[in-house]
């Protein structure tokens, strides 16, 4: 299998990969569960199902009792690597909103990217929390030799009423097993294809700038969990003004 394109350096391209997010005993218990299932449906596109442009078999996950701790468990090993994303990236979290966190003399003081660098998780994780929410949890299986999303996308398009698709600022993808050849997730303007590798969680912006797509495996089944990070909505940070 193919190694992930090298970077050149000291030019970020805002992919990264996390070796080992999820232990392997969890990735076989997710496929395993997912076959089993009964429940997966063709996956869909903005537009619909449409299998010229992807074809897999998916599974949402969240909001199902069955399957919390499942649900949970991803969670967690996304969040951990959003802070480590956070600290490489600081403008990710404070681009946006212009945050402010108590100083040591009690005086509020503007977050910038040296602070947010430096804040262990204690101090790092409830700024996160407080701007972000996880998204909605998709299992997805593409079938070796047909099944893939070669249509090239991004993950911020404005289909839906509450604008949801418009909250989401990173995208992110677990690799539940590799047991195949091919089916990177290759990344149009950066040039660069990421081979899946068992545990490893990719996260990267979630708009136009990280176009990709979801090559064809080969040899083998492709498995993955995959969702996006989203900022709160607006009544949550910055609450409602009265009539």
Same mark, same amino acid.
């Given at each position: ?6 970077? $050149? ?5 805002? &992919? ?42 998916? +599974? ?6 069955? !399957? ?11 969040? $951990? ?15 946006? +909103? ?53 249509? !090239? ?18 995208? !992110? $993808? ?49 498995? &993955?969990?995959?969702? !996006? ?15």
């Amino acid at each position: 299998m193919s190694a992930d394109t090298d970077v $050149t350096p000291g030019q970020p391209d805002f &992919i990264e990969v996390y070796p080992d997010a999820l232990s392997a005993e969890l990735c076989a218990q997710l496929i395993a569960r997912f076959a089993a299932s009964g429940d997966s449906h063709p996956g869909r596109v903005g537009g619909g199902v449409m299998p010229e442009l992807k074809d897999s078999r998916d +599974l949402t996950i969240s909001g199902r009792a069955d !399957w919390r701790e499942a649900e949970i468990a991803l969670n967690s090993a996304m969040f $951990t690597c959003l802070l480590g994303y956070l600290r490489r990236y600081p403008h990710t979290l404070i681009a946006p +909103l212009m945050l402010e966190v108590p100083g040591s003399d009690g005086s509020r003081h503007r977050l910038t990217p040296e602070r947010v660098a430096q804040m262990d998780d204690a101090e790092l994780a409830p700024v996160a929390r407080m701007v972000f929410r996880p998204g909605s949890i998709n299992l997805q299986r593409y079938s070796a030799g047909r099944g893939g999303y070669p249509y !090239w996308h991004c993950e911020l398009y404005p289909r839906d009423a509450k604008c949801e698709t418009l909250h989401r600022h990173l995208l !992110w $993808t677990a690799y539940l097993n590799d047991s195949f050849e091919a089916g990177e997730t290759e990344f149009l303007y950066q040039q660069r294809k990421i081979a899946p590798r068992t545990g490893s969680l990719l996260l990267a912006p979630a708009a136009f700038t990280h176009t990709h797509r979801g090559n064809r495996p080969q040899g083998g089944d492709k498995v &993955i969990a995959t969702s !996006w990070v989203l900022f709160q909505r607006g009544e949550q940070l910055f609450g409602t003004s009265g009539g």
